[in-house]
């Protein structure tokens, strides 16, 4: 995460020099906050697929619940792909400050309150919006989601989920 961090502050000291503009220290560290969040997010992702197809695998060479097979990897997929973020933000990118308090299993639950809002519900309802309402492909509509959903759920983790007392 040191990468990231050290992109970000050296494109704002470009952009500051080429611009002669000030960005508030405040900013940058947001914008790598972000930027941080991002990568989990990425890493959440591969994740999530690795085990949803690997759970799938299993189940269906195991020949156990045929029927239900995908949906009891997709819920698999999302417990632990959930988890995984949740140990990263909290360990790199919503950390915590010293002499602050924050509940790690109150903010465990609130990370899944926050993924299952949008991940699950207001994702399905953009796709709802996108495909059937604006026409919009269903292979595109996704991306668009991740343009409302990614920058959300930033918002809702950082004040909300890891929000410290």
Known sequence: MKIVEYIVRKAFEILEKVFRIKVKPAAVDAIVQ???????????????????????????RAQLFPQIDYLLSQVTAFVLSVL??????????????????????????????SYSFT???????????????????????????LI??????FLINKFWAFREK
């Open 34 to 60: 972000f930027g941080k969040f991002g990568v989990v997010g990425v890493t959440n992702t591969v994740i999530s697929y690795v085990l949803y197809a690997g759970t799938l695998l299993l189940l269906q």
């Open 119 to 145: 991940g699950l519900f207001l994702s399905s309802f953009l796709l709802i919006l996108w495909v059937q309402i604006l026409g919009i492909s269903e292979f595109i509509a996704p991306i668009f989601n």
């Open 148 to 153: 409302i959903s990614v920058p959300l759920n």
């Open 84 to 113: 995984w973020s949740f140990y990263w933000n909290n360990r790199l990118v919503f950390t915590r400050t010293e002499g602050k308090h924050r509940s790690l299993w109150r903010t465990l639950l609130k990370t899944y309150i």
